[in-house]
């Protein structure tokens, strides 16, 4: 069964530094997303992506974050000048054709520590 | 404000028993509700998806509930395995995009 990976497992960065997490979705989804988990808390959604754009995105998506689909097949989270509260596990999801009813299929996630 | 409430926070039954888990939303608008299974250190698994019109959904062992109306559903497992060892998460979507999740049930089943 076809399955959303992301890469790295875990990243460790200093704070204030940049990273970038990385995901590939299943190949014939059109709609992805990013969502964290900090430890011990609920899945928070971050943002969701269609068509090369943005759709929809939360509080928590402020100007430290993007994304980007570079080349048709990777999804990327880049958060910039990372601080400590952004350590968090951060999963990448896709979905099929059409997002109403469709189940989202998730990554293992990234477990991000910032130090 | 979008709210997803479960119950129990825990709960641990023996191997072959049946447990039901319970969520209580306050999302609107409405558009569907999912049951997820997340093994520890893994991402989550769609269970089950409901509509607005779909009151009972199965997946196997897994059966979902919905009152759309009391804005209740239930996920309940028959005939429990040690596999079934897991967080389950009630996620309410308000639009194609947007989930919003809630805390989980983490299940312990004991032989």
């Known amino acids: 069964e076809p399955e959303v990976t992301q890469t790295p497992s875990h990243q460790v960065t200093q704070m204030g530094q940049e990273v970038i997490l990385r995901c590939v979705p299943i190949s014939n989804h059109l709609y992805f997303y990013w969502y964290r988990q900090i430890l011990g808390q609920k899945v928070e959604f971050l943002v969701s992506f269609y068509n090369n754009e943005i759709s929809e995105k939360s509080e928590i998506f402020d100007d430290q974050f993007s994304v980007e689909r570079p080349d048709g097949s990777n999804f990327t989270l880049k958060i910039r000048s990372t601080k400590l509260e952004d350590s968090a596990m951060y999963f990448c999801a896709s979905s099929g054709m059409t997002g109403v009813g469709q189940p989202q299929h998730f990554g293992d996630g990234t477990r991000l520590s910032i130090l | 404000k979008n709210q997803v409430e479960q119950s129990p926070q825990s709960l641990i039954i023996l191997e072959g028993k049946n447990c039901t888990l319970q969520?209580?939303?306050?999302?609107?608008?409405?558009?569907?509700l999912r049951w997820y299974k997340q093994d520890t250190g893994r991402g989550p698994v769609s269970l089950t998806i409901?509509?607005?019109?779909?009151n009972t959904k199965s997946n196997g062992r897994y059966t979902a509930t919905l009152d759309a109306d009391t804005k209740q559903s239930s996920l309940h497992i028959t005939a429990s395995q040690l596999s079934d060892s897991a967080s389950y998460i009630c996620v309410v979507s308000s639009s194609d995009y947007k989930l919003s999740f809630g805390a989980g049930t983490t299940v312990t089943v004991r032989a």
């Open positions: 409901m509509t607005f019109s779909e």
């Open positions: 969520c209580n939303y306050t999302v609107s608008p409405f558009s569907n």
